[in-house]
């Protein structure tokens, strides 16, 4: 019997912090579904989070050594995951997720095969599409600041930046 690979179509969204990522996939999310699209989104960080706190049931059982624990609510569910001997890789993490039209990404601008830089020379701070080739277009309040040939987009213009990431999407298989 053959096995079936499932594709999934992503794009990332990445830039320094402070740049205006959140802002933007804030935007995005509602012109995308506008169009008919179930989009969900990846958010990779950097920092420690926990969304558990003592005492609780599920952190007990966390505590207690399961490997995953998921809290349900009438309208909610969040699953977590420990896996302390390995980092979770980006394809892990889009193989849990349930199939949708797309899947944009937060972070993890290393390992995505196509993002959208957010960039604001007035944050300060280095711009990546410098030093990172799967960046293909910034999206700017600054357009003179980015270098050809790549494509330097209003950061403002919301449907703009939606219909060029429908047609810049990557479908990548899922085990």
């Not at 290393?110 to 293909?136: D, H, M, W």
């Not at 939606?162 to 479908?171: D, G, P, S, W």
């Amino acid at each position: 019997m053959r096995k079936t690979i499932r594709h999934q179509a992503i794009f990332g969204i990445t830039g320094r912090s402070g740049s205006g990522k959140t802002h933007l996939l804030a935007r995005l999310l509602p012109a995308l579904r506008a169009r008919g699209l179930k989009v969900s989104t990846i958010k990779h960080t950097h920092h420690t989070i926990d969304i558990d706190k003592p005492g609780k049931d599920s952190f007990v059982h966390r505590e207690a050594g399961t490997s995953e624990v998921m809290l349900a609510t009438p309208d909610r569910w969040v699953l977590q995951h420990t896996q302390p001997d390995a980092p979770f890789t980006l394809p892990d993490l889009l193989a849990r997720m349930a199939p949708v039209d797309l899947i944009l990404i937060e972070g993890f601008h290393a390992t995505v095969p196509a993002c959208l830089e957010v960039y604001r020379p007035s944050v300060g701070k280095a711009p990546l599409f410098g030093v990172q080739s799967n960046i293909i277009a910034v999206a700017t309040d600054t357009p003179e600041a980015v270098p050809t040939p790549l494509a330097a987009l209003d950061l403002n213009d919301t449907e703009a930046l939606a219909a060029f990431i429908l047609e810049r999407t990557v479908h990548i298989p899922l085990g």
